[in-house]
C-alpha cells in the first residue's frame, strides 16, 4: 500500500531523510520510530504530498507523490493527523468535521452518518455543537482524529498521536488505533512511544534520518541479544549442570547464584527437554523464565550506534 | 478549478471571521467613521454656512459637490484598506491555530484555496461598504433634498456609480490580492497587518488616481478599471505562484 525507494529530502545542505526504502502492506499497523529531528514528520509531509522530495519514488496506492494529479488522489485516500491538531477553535467540534468532509468530498448524508458516528465512538457527539476552543487536549485530539477519517480513507498516517495527552486520554486514542487495527486499515504511526508501538504496530521502523532496521516488534527485540532462558533452582548441583551441558540444543552455560543461564536458538521447542532432564538429575525447579531484551534496549542501542556513525 | 470547493473554504473564513470581534470591530468601525459620521460633519458645517452665510447658487453646489466627492472616495478607500485587516488572517490565522497543516492535506488545490480565502475577505470588505455607501447617499440625499437651496437627490450619479459599482470592487480585489500574498509569507498577524498596511499605501493613491480620473472623463474612468481589472488578474496569479504549501509548512515558527 506504501512503497517508497531511496526516498531522499535534504533542506539546502541538511539531510531530512536519507535513501529511505520501506514497504507497507495493506492493513498493516506500521511504525516509525525515531528520536526528535530523525525525518518522521518529514517523510510523512512527503508521502501526503505536503511537500516534494529531492530524490527517489514513493507510491500510495497506484499513485505517484510525483504527479499533481495524482497528489490530489492520495490526499483524497489518505487521512491525516498532524502532530498539532489544528482545529478551528471557534468553531463547533461538528462545523470543523463537516467542514473537512467537504473538501474531502464526502457526500452530505454520508457525511453527517460519519460525523455522528465518529463522534459517538469517540464519546463527544453530546458536546458536537461547542466550540473546539473549549475541550480539553485530550477531546481535541480525539476530533482530530475524528477529522482525520471523515472521509473513510484507506491509509492513515498518524503523526505522533498521543504526545502531550494525559494517561487517561492516551490511552482513549490508544484503544481507538487498536479499533481502526481490526478495520484493516493501513495505518502508518509516527512516534517515539515505544510502549504504544510495541503495543499497536505489526512492524516497527527506526529511523534516524537513515533507515536503521525494519522488522515485528518481537524480532527487534530478539535481535538484540540472542533469547535466553534462566531456570530458577533451590540448588544448581553438578550432576544438573552436567546433564543440561549434554543436551545439543544448549549452545551456553553459566550459573549464578541458585540459577542456570541457557543460549538455547528455540525455546518454545527445547525449554520442555531442558526441564525434563534437570528434574531427572534431581533437580529441584522454582521457576523458569525468559531473559529478552525490550524494544527500548534495542531502539537505544540502534540510535546510538547511527549517532556514533 | 472547482469553484465550489473554493466557496467551502469561503464559507468556513466567514464562520471564523464572524466570531472573531477584533475583525468584527474593525468591519463596522471604519464605514461607520468615513462613511456616515465625516459626511454628518461636513453637511452640517455647511447647513452652518448656508445659515450664516449667503452663498452663491455656485458656491453652494461646488461645496455639494465636494461632499459627494468625499463620500464616494471614502467608499473606494474603505474596499483598499479593509483587507489589510481581514486578509491578513486568512493564512496567518491558519498557522496561529496550526490548521494549516490539515487544510493543505486535503484533496484541494493551491488556486482553489487562494480563491476561497480571497472571497472571504472580499465578500464582507464589500458588503460593509455598500451597506455604509447606501447609508451614506440616504443621509446625504435626505439632506439635499429637504435642504430648500437645493431641493434634489446628489446620489447616484455616474461618477457615484462608477466608483462605486467599478473601481470600489477591483480596488478591493487588488488590496485582497497583495494581502494575501502578505498573509501567505509572514507568520504572525501584526507583521501581516503592517506589511499589508504599507502594501495599502501605494494601493490608495491608485485608488484616488482611478476616482479622479472618473471625475475627469469616462473614458479615462473605464481606461483605468480595465488597468486595474488587469492589475487584479495580475495579482491574483502571482499570489497563486508565490504561494509555496512546502514553504509555508517548513518555516514555520
Known sequence: MIDTKNLTRKFGNLTAVDNVTLHVEKGEVFGFLGPNGAGKTTTVRMLCCLIGKTSGEAKIGDYTIDNENDCLKIRKMVGFLPENVGLYDSLSAYRNLDFYGQLYEVPENKRRENIERLLTLLGIWERREDAVGTFSKGTKQKIAIARALIHDPQVLFLDEPTANLDPEAAKTVRDFILELKKEKRTIFLNTHNLDEAERLCDRIAILKTKLIAVDSPKNLERSLYNRKTIVHLDNVSSLVVAAVQKLNAVKNLRTSDNKLILNIDDPEKDNPEVVRVIVQAGGNIQYVTELRSTLEDVYLKLIREASAQ | ?253
Not at chain 2, 453646489?61 to 463620500?71: E, H, P
Not at chain 2, 455598500?130 to 450619479?157: C, E, H, K, R
Not at chain 2, 488597468?227 to 509548512?249: G, H, N, P, W
Request: glycine share 4%; with cysteine; net charge positive.
Open chain 2, 1 to 253: 478549478m472547482r469553484l465550489w470547493k473554493s466557496w467551502i473554504v469561503t464559507k468556513k473564513d466567514l464562520s471564523v471571521f464572524r466570531k472573531n470581534k477584533y475583525v468584527l470591530y474593525s468591519l463596522i468601525a471604519m464605514p461607520i467613521i468615513l462613511g456616515v459620521v465625516l459626511p454628518v460633519i461636513f453637511i452640517f458645517a455647511l447647513n452652518a454656512q448656508i445659515s450664516s452665510v449667503q452663498l452663491t447658487h455656485d458656491q453652494l453646489f461646488a461645496a455639494v459637490n465636494q461632499i459627494v466627492g468625499l463620500a464616494t472616495m471614502y467608499f473606494v478607500l474603505i474596499p483598499a484598506i479593509l483587507p489589510s485587516i481581514i486578509a491578513s488572517y486568512s493564512f496567518v490565522g491558519e498557522k496561529i491555530e496550526k490548521s494549516l497543516e490539515p487544510l493543505l492535506a486535503t484533496p484541494t488545490t493551491d488556486g482553489e484555496l487562494l480563491l476561497g480565502k480571497s472571497l472571504a475577505a472580499f465578500i464582507p470588505c464589500m458588503a460593509v461598504t455598500y451597506i455604509g455607501a447606501a447609508i451614506s447617499a440616504i443621509i446625504i440625499d435626505f439632506w439635499s433634498y429637504t435642504t430648500p437651496q437645493i431641493g434634489t437627490f446628489l446620489i447616484p450619479n455616474p461618477y457615484w456609480l462608477l466608483v462605486i459599482g467599478v473601481i470600489a470592487p477591483l480596488a478591493c480585489i487588488m488590496s485582497v490580492e497583495a494581502n494575501i500574498i502578505v498573509s501567505s509569507k509572514v507568520n504572525d498577524i501584526r507583521a501581516a497587518q503592517q506589511l499589508g498596511g504599507l502594501i495599502v499605501l501605494p494601493l490608495v493613491f491608485v485608488v484616488i488616481f482611478a476616482s479622479t480620473s472618473a471625475q475627469i472623463s469616462t473614458l479615462l474612468a473605464i481606461g483605468v478599471s480595465a488597468a486595474l481589472a488587469v492589475a487584479d488578474i495580475a495579482l491574483f496569479y502571482l499570489s497563486k505562484a508565490t504561494f509555496q504549501r512546502e514553504e509555508i509548512l517548513t518555516k514555520w515558527k
